[in-house]
């Protein structure tokens, strides 16, 4: 039964129920029946954790790879002589593929120039035109300029 006011003196064994005093003789409370003053503990500081600095991960700048893109950069004007050129041949070889195959240097011209005007960086489509009727000019003329030739070789076989 701890009580601050209930004490024995340490001096003369008297027992004191009140007062800082001894009763008996008079001697001082001792202190160590005081409460123990409460130590301030220092509070322990605690330890700040250094910010940690969120690792930036840089991230390489991948610079888009820019394509060089001819035909956007290009004017319709690249290679248009080449275009009309290989068109104009084309139709050439059409139109006299009928007539005794003189159309197929014009289509071997056409293709050429359709090359040409393609490599020239030209952007319509027109050199793809000019290499189709070409090609149909070709075609068209060797096909008759053969059946040209065998007429002839019957023709000639039955004459004898
Ligand atoms: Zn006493």
């Given at each position: 039964m701890e009580n601050n006011s209930n004490w024995i003196c340490p001096t003369c064994g008297a027992s004191n129920t009140s007062g800082k005093f001894c009763v008996n003789c008079g001697s001082a409370q001792p202190a160590a029946a005081q409460p123990e003053p409460v130590v301030a503990e220092p509070v322990a500081a605690e330890p700040v954790q250094p910010a940690q600095a969120e690792p930036v991960y840089s991230q390489p700048v991948y610079s888009e790879p820019v394509y060089a893109q001819p035909a956007q950069t290009t004017?319709?004007?690249?290679?248009m002589g080449l275009a009309i050129a290989s068109l104009a041949c084309g139709v050439m070889s059409l139109c006299l593929s009928y007539c005794y195959g003189f159309g197929i240097p014009f289509g071997i011209a056409g293709l050429i120039l359709s090359g040409k005007a393609v490599a020239a960086?030209?952007?319509?489509?027109m050199p793809l035109a000019g290499k189709i009727t070409s090609i149909v000019g070709i075609v068209l003329g060797a096909l008759l300029f053969f059946i040209l030739i065998a007429g002839i070789i019957a023709g000639a076989a039955s004459d004898r």
């Open positions: 004017s319709f004007k690249t290679g960086g030209h952007p319509s489509k």
